[in-house]
C-alpha cells in the first residue's frame, strides 16, 4: 500500500469495520503484520526479517476454522476507499488446546497502521475480541503480554477491563548498530 493511499484513508472520517478474518483475508493480513512487525519490532516477539518469508497461508490455523468451542480467530478492522475494502488493524485470540488450560485464550498481535492509530480502531478491535471471547463455550480468561514501556497500548487494554499482573524483564532483544536493546513485557488478564 503506498504512502498516498494510507495518508487518503486516515483522512476518511468513517470509523473501521470489524469482522472476523477468513481464508480470503489471508493475503492482506500477511501484509499488514509484516509492515507492523518492520515498524514496530520491539512490540513483538516474532522479527520482520524471518516472518516475512511465510506464506499468507501459514497464516490459516490463526482463524480457529477448527476450533468447535469457539476463542481462537483473528479479528480485522476495515476501512473503505474507492468501493474498496483495506485492513487497517487486527487482533487475534489463540485458545489453549490442552485440557487442563482449555479455559484460556492468549490476545495476539494487536495492530494498527500508523496512520489509523488515535482514532478508536485499536480499542475498537479490543472490545470486539473480548466480547467474541465472551461468546466462547468455556473460555473464562484471556491473557497477554505487552511491551512495558507501551503506555498508550497499557491503557487501551486496561480501559478494556485487563489488569496487570506481572512483569517479564528483558524479554525482547533487538541488534542494530547501537548494540543490544532489551524490553520487558507486562504480563495482563481479563477474567470472562
Do not use: W
Amino acid at each position: 500500500m503506498s504512502e498516498s493511499t494510507l495518508t487518503r484513508l486516515a483522512n476518511l472520517q468513517q470509523p473501521a469495520v470489524i469482522r472476523r478474518l477468513g481464508p480470503a483475508d489471508l493475503q492482506a493480513y500477511k501484509t499488514l503484520r509484516d509492515e507492523a512487525l518492520r515498524l514496530y519490532p520491539e512490540a513483538f516477539t516474532s522479527d520482520h526479517e524471518s516472518q516475512r518469508l511465510r506464506t499468507p497461508e501459514s497464516y490459516l490455523g490463526r482463524l480457529g476454522l477448527n476450533e468447535p468451542l469457539g476463542g481462537s480467530f483473528l479479528l480485522g478492522a476495515f476501512v473503505k476507499e474507492n468501493g474498496r475494502e483495506h485492513l487497517v488493524g487486527s487482533v487475534g485470540l489463540e485458545r489453549d488446546t490442552r485440557n487442563k488450560t482449555r479455559h484460556i485464550s492468549r490476545l495476539i498481535g494487536l495492530m494498527v497502521l500508523p496512520a489509523h492509530t488515535g482514532h478508536g480502531t485499536g480499542s475498537a478491535l479490543v472490545h470486539a475480541c473480548v466480547g467474541a471471547a465472551r461468546k466462547a463455550t468455556g473460555l473464562q480468561l484471556i491473557v497477554l503480554s505487552v511491551t512495558a514501556s507501551s503506555d498508550g497500548v497499557l491503557r487501551l487494554y486496561e480501559r478494556a477491563g485487563f489488569r496487570r499482573c506481572g512483569l517479564l524483564p528483558r524479554v525482547v532483544r533487538l541488534v542494530d548498530a547501537r548494540g543490544e536493546h532489551y524490553f520487558d513485557r507486562a504480563q495482563m488478564l481479563l477474567t470472562l
